[in-house]
Nanobody, 117 residues
């Protein structure tokens, strides 16, 4: 069965950094595009970043230049490096996979990121 598990969230001060991980099992990870999405308190789901099967990366304007997506197919893991964090980055971060970019077939349970002084 398909299973995605996010980790690496936590509490950080503005300007700080976190690295999120998404460990995948139950499917051919290398055949899936992976995405990161987030949900701020009281807000809807927001697309953050994506990485293609070939490793091309894409970012929302709000995080471009601060966040970096990557993947390690040998470890069946996707990563999101988050630098220069802002309070508006606060939310639950989810990883999702699909057979093509912008397909969100499988989801993890999410990891909380809180940016606060």
């Amino acid at each position: 069965e398909v299973h995605l598990v996010e980790s690496g969230g936590g509490l950080v001060q503005p300007g700080g950094s976190l690295r999120l991980s998404c460990a995948a099992t139950g499917f051919t990870f290398s055949s899936y595009a992976m995405s990161w999405l987030r949900q701020a308190p009281g807000k809807g789901l927001e697309w953050v970043s994506a990485i293609s099967l070939g490793g091309s990366t894409f970012y929302a304007d709000s995080v471009k230049g601060r966040f970096t997506a990557s993947r390690d197919n040998g470890k069946n893991t996707a990563y999101l490096q988050m630098n220069s964090l802002k309070p508006e980055d606060t939310g639950v971060y989810y990883c999702s996979g699909g057979s093509a970019l912008y397909e969100y077939t499988n989801w993890g349970q999410g990891t909380q990121v809180t940016v606060s002084s």
